[in-house]
């Protein structure tokens, strides 16, 4: 039986051989520095490292320390991570999987009947997890209409090519010649670019551009409806997904739905707050934001809270240099726990 | 060769001597091979059990082919407290099925085996007990009492001092109390 410790860049797992192996993995890019590892440690193997420093400047170190000699890698850690930075695996197996560890309730799913493509989740989303493919419809599908364009009377002035907003008018220009004195060989219309804005029909000097859209005389009735659907498809990538809200707050469709891990409140002082930045700044859900005031002059609050986007992981509360903001958890959201001694340290995160 | 000396009690053992190792294991197979005839095993079972051939169980159980100066020492072994005797009995033997029957076979001591609820089941003492005697159930250690030989190994490593065992007398009164 032996515990050991490797370091991959700002990686680490600590393994333990022994009738049954056992290996913690510390995955530093996923690390939110919210410090319940640190918290929940029963051998206090766990040292999170100033969330301020890590977030403030560039750092060499990880975000956290295990020191091997005092783990024992009992997996409290990585159940209650809700970042999943942390995992342990015995004999190769996750212990997400295994039933009789209790494992934090939390999940986003977009549900792709009712998403329409709109890419707001995309932006909002702070860890980027999500990404939104779309096809959009041929646009000479939505239109309907005729041109044509009277090449006798066109003077190849460009001026239909110059105003068309969709470019589908283009001349062939040329360099006069004693032989043949004109500016351009030709003039056409690319039908499929062609939005029958008519544009053209009223810029052309010499009316020699015929052109009618047939859907502001008639209507779309010859526009079908399988033409413009909009194809595509949602994913969250599960691990880098830190369940924090935005996607299912932001979406005009109700389309995304996240069960949160841990339910609370967040008490800011705005009397200590000194407006530093760095809450901020270590906030891996971006609930946390200064307003700007509209006018100069006003007076906005110093910090600004939205709970719909926090998980109450408490990271803030671990990166304000003057402990301005308290960070309380009423409910841990997991799936059942057998062992008295994980209830209570469950138990124990929660203040 | 290092010349080790190990301090039991009244008896020196020098493995550079005459004692050598195989000679002590000799000793504490013949008390294994003795008791498990007590408990009516046959001579091909000890054989099995013990990696002996049948004629040495056979020899042994006639008393003979084994020094008594072997069988005293395996004695003082045998006597010393179970940690000592089930590591001794693993250095010399190399062989963890065979020191647990060893253990089992010579040790008759029985133990009440507690663990508390403040047991994080970190597997430490599932690792740690030679006898294989603990197993994990729901995040918590469960001792096998009939498998334990009360080396107190789990006790020392166990990280949130969650295990208590107590020796009974044999008819099951704590000896403790």
Request: with cysteine; net charge negative; aromatic share 4%.
């Given at each position: 039986?032996e515990?050991?410790?490797m370091?991959?860049?700002?990686?680490?797992?600590?393994e333990?051989?022994?009738a049954e192996d056992?290996?913690l993995?510390f995955?530093n890019?996923?690390?939110g520095?919210c410090?319940?590892?640190?918290?929940?440690?029963?051998?206090?193997?766990?040292?999170?490292?100033?969330?301020?420093?890590?977030?403030?400047?560039?750092q060499?170190?990880?975000?956290?320390?295990i020191d091997e000699?005092k783990c024992?890698l009992?997996?409290?850690?990585s159940?209650i991570?809700p970042?999943?930075a942390?995992?342990?695996?015995?004999?190769?197996k996750?212990?997400k999987e295994?039933?009789?560890y209790?494992?934090?309730?939390?999940?986003?799913?977009?549900?792709?009947e009712?998403?329409?493509?709109?890419?707001a989740?995309?932006t909002?989303?702070p860890?980027?997890?999500i990404?939104?493919?779309?096809?959009?419809?041929?646009?000479?599908?939505?239109?309907?209409?005729?041109?044509?364009?009277?090449?006798?009377?066109?003077?190849?002035?460009?001026?239909c090519?110059?105003?068309?907003p969709?470019?589908?008018?283009?001349?062939?220009?040329?360099?006069p010649?004693?032989?043949?004195?004109?500016?351009?060989?030709?003039?056409?219309?690319?039908?499929?670019?062609?939005v029958?804005?008519?544009v053209?029909k009223?810029?052309?000097?010499?009316?020699a551009?015929?052109a009618?859209?047939?859907?502001?005389?008639y209507?779309d009735?010859d526009?079908?409806?399988?033409?413009?659907e909009?194809i595509?498809?949602?994913?969250?990538?599960?691990e880098?997904?830190?369940?924090?809200?935005?996607?299912?707050?932001?979406?005009p469709?109700?389309?995304?739905?996240?069960?949160?891990?841990?339910?609370?409140?967040?008490?800011?002082?705005?009397?200590?707050?000194?407006?530093c930045?760095?809450?901020?700044?270590a906030?891996p859900c971006?609930?946390?934001?200064?307003?700007?005031s509209?006018?100069?002059?006003?007076v906005e609050?110093?910090?600004?809270i939205d709970?719909?986007?926090?998980?109450?992981?408490?990271?803030?509360e671990?990166?304000?240099?003057?402990n301005?903001?308290?960070?309380?958890?009423?409910?841990?959201?997991?799936?059942?726990i057998?062992?008295?001694?994980w209830e209570?340290a469950?138990?124990?995160?929660?203040? | 060769?290092k010349?080790?000396?190990?301090?039991?009690g009244?008896?020196?053992?020098?493995?550079?001597?005459?004692?050598?190792?195989?000679?002590?294991?000799s000793?504490?197979?013949?008390?294994?091979?003795?008791?498990?005839?007590?408990?009516?095993?046959?001579?091909?079972e000890?054989?099995?059990?013990?990696g002996?051939?049948?004629?040495?169980v056979s020899?042994?159980?006639?008393?003979?082919?084994?020094?008594?100066n072997s069988?005293?020492?395996?004695?003082?072994i045998?006597?010393?407290?179970?940690?000592?005797?089930?590591t001794l009995?693993?250095?010399?033997l190399?062989?963890?099925?065979?020191?647990?029957?060893?253990i089992?076979?010579?040790?008759?001591?029985?133990?009440?085996?507690?663990?508390k609820?403040?047991?994080?089941?970190?597997?430490?003492?599932v690792?740690?007990?030679?006898?294989?005697?603990?197993?994990l159930?729901?995040?918590k250690?469960?001792?096998?009492?009939?498998?334990?030989?009360?080396?107190?190994?789990?006790v020392?490593?166990?990280?949130?001092?969650?295990?208590?065992?107590?020796?009974?007398?044999v008819?099951?009164?704590?000896?403790?109390?």
């Open positions: 039986m515990t050991t410790e370091i991959e860049g700002k990686d680490i797992s600590v333990r051989t022994g056992r290996k993995k995955k890019e996923l690390c520095s410090g319940l590892c640190e918290k929940i440690c029963p051998v206090t193997a766990i040292e999170v490292n100033p969330t301020g420093a890590m977030v403030r400047t560039e060499d170190a990880s975000k956290i320390e000699s024992v009992c997996g409290m850690c159940s991570c970042y999943d942390l995992d342990l695996e015995i004999e190769g996750s212990i295994l039933e009789e209790p494992k934090l309730i939390k999940s986003s799913e977009i549900d792709d009712a998403c329409i493509y709109c890419k989740c995309e909002a989303c860890p980027g997890a990404t939104i493919a779309r096809e959009l419809p041929d646009r000479s599908k939505l239109v309907s209409g005729e041109i044509e364009i009277d090449k006798e009377t066109c003077v190849k002035c460009g001026i090519e110059e105003m068309c969709a470019d589908a008018i283009e001349l062939d220009y040329k360099f010649t004693s032989d043949d004195p004109t500016i351009a060989s030709d003039i056409n219309v690319d039908k499929d670019k062609c029958y804005c008519l053209c009223k810029a052309c000097p010499v009316d551009i015929k009618v859209c047939r859907i502001c005389s209507g009735y526009i079908k409806a399988e033409d413009s909009i595509g498809n949602s994913d969250i990538d599960a880098t997904c830190v369940n924090c809200g935005w996607c299912e707050d932001i979406c469709v109700d389309a995304a739905k996240v069960t949160k891990p841990f339910e609370g409140k967040v008490t800011i002082d705005e009397e200590t707050c000194q407006g930045e760095t809450c901020v700044m906030c971006n609930a946390l934001s200064f307003p700007e509209a006018e100069s002059g006003d609050d110093k910090l600004h709970e719909k986007y926090c998980i109450y992981c408490g990271a803030c671990r990166a304000c240099p003057v301005a903001i308290d960070v309380e958890r009423t409910k841990i959201n997991c799936t059942p057998k062992s008295k001694s209570k469950f138990e124990s995160v929660k203040d | 060769m010349i080790i000396y190990i301090t039991l009244e008896s020196v053992i020098n493995t550079h001597g005459v004692n050598m190792p195989k000679h002590i294991i000793g504490l197979k013949y008390l294994a091979t003795v008791e498990l005839r007590k408990k009516g095993h046959n001579q091909r000890i054989a099995e059990e013990l002996m051939d049948r004629s040495t020899h042994y159980l006639n008393g003979r082919n084994v020094s008594w069988i005293e020492i395996a004695e003082v045998k006597n010393t407290c179970p940690k000592d005797f089930l009995t693993y250095a010399l190399k062989d963890e099925d065979k020191t647990r029957t060893i089992k076979t010579c040790l008759d001591k029985k133990y009440v085996c507690k663990v609820n403040s047991c994080i089941g970190c597997g430490i003492c690792d740690a007990c030679m006898m294989n005697s603990i197993v159930d729901d995040l250690a469960r001792i096998d009492p009939y498998w334990c030989c009360g080396c107190l190994i789990c020392e490593m166990c990280p949130t001092n969650s295990i208590e065992i107590k020796e009974v007398e008819d099951g009164n704590n000896r403790n109390d």
